[in-house]
């Protein structure tokens, strides 16, 4: 009986591990270098293994290369999407609370989705001044549509602490506070 290799019996594996390698380097040069130029490389892999399909070694390696590639363009497009323009003044803008408000001593904090203005599109993390006088912030609550005129900035790392807070909201879809 002949004995199977290990990608002969999971032949995806070696497919996945180029994908994910290409997701790990995207990280590290998805900004500095145009989503365009990946797709047209995955374009010429995918002539040149055609070109080349009798081949078989070379069609391999195409498609490990086309595979890298791809990681590579998935995650620098989804890096362009997700940042947020740079703000230097204030702007209006309206929005809709996406959960409940939780209490911070003098302010409410909540996650809002931005209707209008420059972040239309984009999650946000807001920190609501609480209204003594006239006890608004009791309705404030999920779904509930909200108005303000604010600056608003790309998230800061916590002082003194080894928690990465900017990345902890940028996976949660959360480009600006």
Same mark, same amino acid.
């Given at each position: 009986m002949k004995q199977s290799?290990?990608? +002969?019996?999971?032949? *995806? @594996?070696?497919?996945?591990?180029?994908l994910v390698l290409g997701i790990v380097l995207g990280h590290r040069?998805? #900004?500095?270098?145009?989503?365009?130029?990946?797709?047209?490389?995955?374009?010429?892999?995918?002539?040149l293994s055609m070109l080349f399909r009798r081949y078989r070694q070379v069609r391999f390696y195409c498609l490990h290369a086309l595979a890298l590639l791809l990681g590579i363009a998935l995650v620098g497009h989804a890096e362009r999407v997700s940042t947020c323009p740079p703000f230097t003044t204030?702007? +209006?803008?309206?929005? *809709? @609370?996406?959960?409940?408000?939780?209490?911070?001593?003098?302010?409410?904090?909540?996650?809002?989705?931005? #209707?209008?203005g420059p972040l239309k599109g984009h999650k946000v993390r807001a920190y609501i001044q609480k209204d003594r006088t006239y006890g608004y912030d009791s309705t404030l609550q999920v779904g509930r549509c909200l108005s303000g005129y604010s600056q608003m900035r790309p998230p800061r790392p916590l002082s003194d602490s080894h928690f990465d807070y900017p990345t902890y909201l940028k996976a949660r879809g959360i480009v600006a506070q």
């Open positions: 290799s290990y990608f +002969s019996l999971y032949p *995806v @594996v070696p497919l996945t591990v180029s040069s998805c #900004l500095a270098v145009p989503v365009w130029i990946w797709l047209e490389g995955m374009l010429g892999l995918l002539a204030a702007h +209006s803008w309206e929005g *809709v @609370v996406l959960d409940e408000p939780v209490d911070k001593g003098k302010t409410l904090r909540t996650d809002l989705f931005i #209707l209008s």
